[in-house]
């Protein structure tokens, strides 16, 4: 059974770090692309992050450019997304999403229906 389980969401001040977990049991990394996207309360659904099934070349929403970073871990079949400098906007719920698309280099937030895969997300608040 293909699951994803998200976990390291919380409360955190702004400026803080938080780091997000996604664990990918029953997928191998070399074979599905990877990507976190986020919904806030009465917003729609936005990629946050992506990373290639291939040489991992990795994707970023500008709003989160130079503040988040996404790695993998193939053999624990982790996928990991460091959030420095967070700001009340990046709160909302944070999900992880695998891809069965078979284009190695593929890696996009345009569309949340490229992925075929969601885990059941996780909460990120920022405030003080």
């Known amino acids: 059974q293909l699951q994803l389980v998200e976990s390291g969401g919380g409360l955190v001040e702004p400026g803080g770090s938080l780091r997000l977990s996604c664990a990918a049991p029953g997928f191998t990394l070399a074979y599905h692309a990877i990507a976190w996207f986020r919904q806030a309360p009465g917003k729609a659904r936005e990629g946050v992050s992506c990373i290639s099934s291939g040489d991992g070349s990795n994707y970023y929403a500008d709003s989160v450019k130079g503040r988040f970073t996404i790695s993998r871990d193939s053999a624990k079949k982790m996928v990991y997304l460091q959030m420095n400098s967070l700001k009340p906007g990046d709160t909302a719920v944070y999900y992880c999403?695998?891809?069965?698309?078979?284009?190695?280099?593929?890696?996009?937030?345009?569309?949340?229906?490229?992925?075929?895969?969601w885990g059941q997300g996780t909460q990120v608040t920022v405030s003080a």
């Open positions: 999403a695998a891809s069965d698309v078979v284009d190695k280099e593929f890696c996009t937030l345009t569309w949340d229906d490229d992925y075929d895969y």
